[in-house]
């Protein structure tokens, strides 16, 4: 599986778009990059994937580098209900998801 | 909304004791997963299915066994708790498909006294 390297922490304003970045040098051709955020006491949930194209849905965008050694996770509009730790996944689906240690995002009201 | 439900949510319990996590899911996935949390750490594979009759180590090593009988079952066992067995215990499924999400249960913290 590919490395990851994520920040440990970063903070936002409420209503501020917040922008998560993640490297993945080391990812293969066929990776996926997919991102999941865990909320506090709570099970990871899925956010978005992607392979070359950016990518939107209801919940974020995902923004993915033209040599795909990186990609950023975008929340358009920040909510207290987003503090979360996020976590980048890049992942060949043959294997089960490899979670590291994310980062954990505070937003201030 | 995912449908994926572990038992019981809390349980503490005596050092020697044999117990068992439930993990059930209605969505017929045929992949199943245990992972492994402490508070404010990652998470860490300790078990996966990919079907009936089906199981695998994860990367992390655990004392605990799992079984799959039932599509829809996979419950994980723990012969004899041990306070180092005292962490929370998340299950997943997805589909047979790659790519496909995961979706998580609510976890259970166990508390080995």
């Known amino acids: 599986d590919a490395k990851t390297t994520q920040p440990n922490s970063m903070e936002s304003n409420e209503e501020e778009p917040v922008h998560l970045p993640c490297n993945h040098s080391?990812?293969?051709?066929?990776?996926?990059i997919h991102w999941y955020r865990q909320l506090p006491s709570q099970g990871p949930e899925y956010v978005i994937h992607?392979?070359?194209s950016n990518v939107n849905n209801r919940m974020a965008s995902l923004a993915i580098a033209e040599d795909r050694k990186s990609s950023t996770l975008i929340l358009h509009r920040a909510t207290l209900r987003d503090a979360a730790v996020y976590y980048c996944?890049?992942?060949?689906?043959?294997?089960?998801?490899?979670f590291g240690k994310g980062t954990r995002l505070s937003v201030i009201a | 909304e995912a449908d994926i439900y572990q038992t019981p949510r809390y349980l503490v319990i005596g050092t020697g004791k044999k117990i068992t996590l439930e993990c059930s899911q209605t969505?017929?996935?045929?992949?199943m997963y245990w992972y492994q949390q402490d508070p404010g750490m990652e998470l860490h594979l300790i078990h996966y299915?990919?079907?009936?009759?089906?199981?695998e180590k994860g990367d992390l090593s655990s004392e605990s066994t799992v079984s799959r009988i039932r599509t829809e079952h996979f419950p994980l066992t723990l012969e004899s708790a041990r306070p180092s067995h005292t962490s929370q215990y998340l299950c997943?499924?997805?589909?047979?498909?790659?790519?496909?999400?995961?979706?998580f249960g609510p976890g259970t913290r166990l508390l080995v006294l």
């Open positions: 997943a499924s997805s589909e047979l498909k790659n790519q496909e999400t995961q979706y």
């Open positions: 992607g392979l070359t």
């Open positions: 969505m017929g996935h045929d992949k």
């Open positions: 299915s990919y079907g009936v009759n089906s199981t």
């Open positions: 996944i890049p992942s060949s689906g043959n294997t089960p998801l490899v």
């Open positions: 080391t990812i293969s051709g066929t990776d996926y």
